[in-house]
């Protein structure tokens, strides 16, 4: 079967698609990965040509189709502790001010996080680590953590917690060893989660540009993680998207982003309090450092 070709004009309609349905921007060194991947698709489901494809996943009524367009173009590159001083940062400096803060009186033993664009799920379970070591002597601490992503597909695995041995190089073996469990017989050679992890944890499909987000209007986070997803965004798209954060977390809130994405120039609603760790501007704040 010969092998259809993508014109100009049908990229330029996948691509307003994309844009329009996740917010990413697809330029034309992207074109070859669009080919790529949305071939599959047609073959899928025996299609001769992208137009038809088109078609079918702007039909009103077949939102599982539009659901695997989206899987197939989005991007889920991720590891253990990637960018580790954000792991180190909460547990030396975040963690024992929160606890000496609660001590005080001063709040709640709570914190809530939220993971936007979690991917496979490596992120999450790393910060549970974290925590979970963090907060070893701290039973009275109530932590839990929502995890999110357009992606139902990677959700999936997320929520499966289940890692080839090879991605889990970057994990210490000591807390490889505590926090997962080695795979045998049909699962040799991967590791699962342990569900002490999982049960501080839920999962959650949601598109950052819907209008309303799947959780209460009136729900606050203490932490934002957002790292290595906006800069697949336009400027008004990502300047709109941190107003939400913003008004998404806690007095004093912390805002996490990715290595080569900034604030500056976008939003005026967080001060830099770190290498790309961010907190809501005001005078108050998540807790003052621990003495």
């Known amino acids: 079967m010969e092998e259809p070709e993508l014109t100009d004009k049908e990229f330029a309609k996948f691509r307003d698609l994309i844009y329009q349905l996740t917010g990413i921007v697809i330029n034309e060194g992207k074109r070859q990965l669009v080919l790529s991947r949305l071939t599959k698709r047609l073959r899928m489901h025996g299609l001769s040509s992208f137009s038809e494809y088109y078609e079918l996943v702007t039909n009103a009524g077949d939102d599982e189709e539009q659901s695997a367009f989206i899987n197939s173009i989005t991007t889920n590159k991720t590891d253990f502790f990637r960018e ?10 975040l963690v024992p001010a929160l606890a000496q803060s609660a001590r005080r009186g001063e709040r709640k033993p709570m914190l809530r996080v939220w993971h936007a664009g979690c991917s496979t799920g490596e992120e ?12 070893a002597n701290h039973s009275e ?19 499966r917690g289940i890692y080839d041995e090879s991605r889990t190089d970057t994990i210490p073996r000591d807390l490889l060893r505590k926090y997962f469990l080695r795979g045998s017989g ?3 050679g991967s590791y699962k989660v342990k569900r002490e992890l999982q049960e501080h ?14 959780m209460r209007p009136d729900t606050k986070f203490d932490i934002i ?6 800069i697949y965004f336009d400027k008004p798209t990502q300047k709109r998207l941190f107003e939400r954060f913003a008004s998404r977390l806690q007095p ?4 996490f982003i990715g ?4 604030l500056l120039g976008i939003s005026n609603a967080f001060d830099a309090c770190g290498q790309t760790i961010y907190r809501l501007t005001g005078n108050e704040r998540l807790v003052e450092k621990a003495a």
Do not use: K
């Not at 999450?124 to 907060?135: C, I, M």
């Not at 993680?225 to 906006?230: A, G, I, L, M």
């Open 84 to 93: 580790p001083h954000h792991f180190e940062y909460i547990a030396r400096e």
């Open 124 to 135: 999450p379970y790393t910060l549970g680590v974290t925590l979970s070591e963090a907060f």
């Open 141 to 159: 601490w109530d932590w839990r953590q929502l995890a999110s992503d357009i992606d139902t597909n990677v959700l999936a695995h997320a929520e």
């Open 186 to 188: 049909e699962r040799e």
């Open 201 to 214: 944890l839920t999962f959650r499909q949601v598109n950052l540009l819907e209008p309303s987000w799947p």
């Open 225 to 230: 993680f957002c790292r290595n997803v906006v």
């Open 252 to 255: 004093g809130g912390l805002l």
């Open 259 to 262: 290595h080569s994405e900034s």
